[in-house]
């Protein structure tokens, strides 16, 4: 596996369900992010990982909750969703947060999310 | 005022013409610059990165980058119909954790 990867790639659940989304990178990156973009609209940052600790937090609902046990893995536990929170869920990584090339965030391919 | 603005578009170029896709940024704090394409229903991948002001090439991409007026611009040579996608500018402090990204521009090259 190279670059970026995310599982799985399709997820449909209803509003009482728990799932996890999972990410890895194989680029030996230090910080890792969750975005989400929904239909028509920017990506919106949900969470940004350096070092493994959570430096960024984007307001998110608590039903969305990030871990990142090591600097190559993380997931975000879904619990009690709405059906407003079906959209595309991007992963990305970077060496680490603090200029120049470093600061390139490379994508993973997204989790698409249906919330019914 | 957005932090990165683009125009949302669509744009349309003929093919075979240069797409010019330009990006304004408020934070003058703002030290690096990413284009990133986005196909329909696919993830961001990176086309360009800038630091410092002027022009960067690479293949049929160029990135024109002008920090005093908070201005980053990408030009397309030779627009192929492969080159349609949705483009994001994005900008970030060299302090800080995340990049702002733009709402991004469609392009559409017309045979």
């Known amino acids: 596996e190279t670059g970026v990867t995310q599982t799985p790639r399709h997820l449909v659940m209803g509003m009482t369900n728990k799932k996890s989304l999972k990410c890895e990178q194989h680029?030996?990156?230090?910080?890792m992010y969750w975005y989400k973009q929904s239909a028509k609209k920017p990506l919106e940052l949900m969470f940004v990982?350096?070092?493994?600790?959570?430096?960024e937090n984007n307001s998110v609902p608590s039903r969305f909750s990030p871990e990142c046990p090591n600097s190559s893995h993380l997931f975000l536990h879904l619990h009690t969703l709405q059906p407003e929170d079906s959209a595309l869920y991007l992963c990305?990584?970077?060496?680490?947060?603090?200029?120049?090339?470093?600061?390139?965030?490379?994508f993973g391919p997204g989790t698409r999310l249906t919330v019914l | 005022q957005k932090e990165v603005e683009q125009n949302s578009g669509p744009l349309s170029v003929p093919e075979g013409a240069i797409a010019s896709l330009n990006c304004t940024y408020s934070?003058?704090?703002?030290?690096?610059f990413f284009w990133y394409r986005q196909y329909s229903g696919k993830s961001p991948e990176l086309i360009m990165s800038?630091?410092?002001?002027g022009d960067k090439e690479d293949g049929r991409f160029t990135a024109q980058l002008n920090k005093a007026s908070q201005y980053v611009s990408l030009l397309i040579r030779d627009s192929q119909p492969s080159d349609s996608a949705t483009y994001l500018c994005?900008?970030?402090?060299?302090?800080?954790?995340?990049?702002?990204f733009g709402s991004g521009t469609r392009l559409s090259i017309r045979p």
């Open positions: 990982y350096s070092l493994e600790e959570r430096v």
């Open positions: 990305a990584s970077s060496q680490a947060p603090g200029g120049g090339a470093g600061d390139t965030q490379y």
């Open positions: 800038i630091y410092s002001n």
């Open positions: 680029l030996g990156h230090n910080a």
């Open positions: 994005a900008v970030k402090r060299s302090s800080a954790s995340k990049i702002i």
């Open positions: 934070d003058r704090g703002s030290q690096s």
